[in-house]
C-alpha cells in the first residue's frame, strides 16, 4: 500500500477521506493527517509518504509554503491540491512549486479515483525506473564502468536477451563480446542473464500483483512450467512458494 499524508485544516473533510473506499480500492493508505503544513513538517521529518493531498487554505502554515519546504527538502512524491473555485491563482503556483494535480471542493470521489490512478501509475514507473541498475547490483556487476552501463541500457529495452542479438548490437562478434562480458561481470553471459532475470522476476512477484504466466512472459520465457523451474533451481521455491511467503 501506499501512503498518504493528508493536510487538510477542516475536520470535517478529514473525517470524509477516512471514509472513502477508494483509497484501498487503488492501493493506498492514509498514514496520518496534519491539520496545517507546520504539523505536516513535523511529520515529514519522522515519516516517508508516498503522497500528500495538501489543502490551500490553512491557518498556522498554508499549504503553498508547505510545498516550499518539501521542494526545499528535495522531496518529489506526488503531491495533490485541494482548493476551491476561488483560489485558482493559489494553484498556479502550488503546480510551480512541484504539485501534479489539484481537486476542486467538494471532492468528488471519482475525481479523487482519476487522480489515485494517475499517481500510481507514476509511482510504478519511479520504482521501476532503475531496477534493472539496482538487479546488476544484486548480481555482483561494476555498474560504473560504461560497458556495464551501455548493457544495462539494453537489458532495460529487450525482453528477449541473447548472446547474438546483444553482440550485433555492440557490433562485436559473439565470442568476443562473451570474453569481454566475461571479464567485466567475472561471470559467462548466459549464467548472468539467468541470475538477472531470476532476480527481476524475484522483484515483480514481491512488488506487482502480476499473475505468474505474466511474470514469465515479461522474463521473456514462452512457458511458465520453465520458468517455474529455473525459479525453484535459483532459489529452492516455486514462484507461487515465493510470493506466499512474502
Not at 536477451?161 to 548490437?169: G, P, T
Not at 548472468?192 to 500483483?209: A, Q
Not at 511474470?215 to 525453484?232: A, I, N, P
Request: glycine content about 4%.
Amino acid at each position: 500500500m501506499y501512503k498518504v499524508l493528508i493536510v487538510e485544516d477542516d475536520r470535517t473533510n478529514r473525517l470524509f477521506y477516512s471514509k472513502l473506499k477508494v483509497w484501498e480500492e487503488e492501493g493506498f493508505e492514509i498514514a496520518d493527517m496534519a491539520a496545517n503544513g507546520k504539523e505536516a513538517l513535523m511529520l515529514v521529518e519522522e515519516n516517508e509518504y508516498d503522497m500528500y493531498l495538501v489543502d490551500v487554505m490553512m491557518p498556522v502554515m498554508n499549504g503553498l509554503d508547505f510545498l516550499s519546504s518539501l521542494k526545499e527538502k528535495n522531496i518529489t512524491k506526488p503531491k495533490i491540491i485541494a482548493s476551491n473555485y476561488n483560489e485558482f491563482d493559489y494553484v498556479r503556483q502550488g503546480m510551480k512549486l512541484g504539485a501534479q494535480d489539484y481537486l476542486l471542493k467538494p471532492i468528488a470521489e471519482d475525481e479523487l479515483k482519476d487522480c489515485l490512478i494517475n499517481v500510481r501509475q507514476e509511482l510504478k514507473e519511479k520504482e521501476e525506473s532503475g531496477i534493472t541498475e539496482r538487479i546488476f547490483t544484486v548480481c555482483g556487476a561494476d555498474i560504473s564502468s560504461g560497458f556495464t552501463q551501455k548493457v544495462i541500457a539494453y537489458f532495460d529495452t529487450h525482453v528477449d536477451i541473447n548472446l547474438k542479438d546483444i553482440s550485433d548490437e555492440f557490433m562485436l562478434s559473439k565470442d568476443y563480446f562473451g570474453r569481454l562480458f566475461k571479464r567485466q561481470m567475472n561471470e559467462s553471459f548466459y549464467r548472468f542473464v539467468l541470475k538477472y532475470k531470476m532476480e527481476y522476476g524475484k522483484y515483480l512477484l514481491s512488488h506487482t500483483d502480476d499473475r505468474i504466466y505474466e511474470v514469465s512472459e515479461q522474463l521473456g520465457y514462452k512457458t511458465t512450467d520453465y520458468f517455474t523451474k529455473l525459479f525453484k533451481e535459483y532459489t529452492g521455491t516455486t514462484p507461487a512458494e515465493y510470493r506466499k511467503k512474502l
